[in-house]
């Protein structure tokens, strides 16, 4: 049997690799290629939750009285521009019970604006 | 789709992987290059931890994108195992149908 001299062995393994295409590393030494080979996660991420329309988003559309300035524009019968902001009615309610609190003396207490002002400093040790 | 803030967070982290994957993987690879200098390795590793959290990959998890839950997901649907049966069951994912023999 002929004898398998390490320079030998060597070159079968770049031949090897020069035939398969793939890249000669005989030390195995870590080149992060598998960083590059690897396909890109991100787009199919960001696809996973279905796309939801928010009361945030729908207002960007007509943010303002009219919505003129953004091209949309709606008119009543006696040709008027009519008032097409969408209202987020569990936001408008919070400001109201906000509203009624601060009435009946519940609402949030001033911030002090120094330190030796604040409810804590002046209780009594 | 429940938006609550674990799933929004989620959403964010989402857009913060895309937005960032290419940069993040090509300082990974310098980092991880045994064939090029300590030094430069080490400031492709520093850059790397200037990333915020939601870029990372591994800061997205599925969750069920009718409930918003993140246990017992399945992932073929992405909905949570009851979001799943309930749908299943009002004929709302097709090609499923309730096992009987």
Known sequence: ?125 | MANNIRVLRDIKARNGVFANEIARRAYLYVARDQRLPPQVRHQAQLQLNTFGRYTRPTTVKNRCSASGKGRGIIAEFGLCRYQFRLKARMNQIVGVQKASW
Do not use: C, H
Request: charged share 35%; no cysteine.
């Open chain 1, 1 to 125: 049997m002929a004898t398998m001299t390490p320079s030998y062995l060597a070159s079968l393994t770049r031949l090897r690799s020069s035939i398969f295409q793939t890249a000669y590393n005989p030390s195995s030494i870590r080149t992060g290629a598998k960083y590059l080979r690897r396909r890109l996660r991100g787009p199919s991420m960001i696809k996973y939750y279905p796309m939801r329309l928010t009361i945030l988003e729908m207002m960007k559309g007509v943010s303002t009285k009219t919505g003129k300035e953004n091209g949309v524009v709606k008119y009543n019968a006696a040709g008027e521009e009519e008032d097409m902001r969408v209202w987020d009615e569990n936001e408008l309610q919070r400001l109201r019970d906000v509203e009624d609190r601060k009435m009946r003396g519940k609402g949030a207490p001033k911030k002090a604006r120094s330190k030796g002002e604040g409810r804590r400093a002046s209780r009594k040790r």
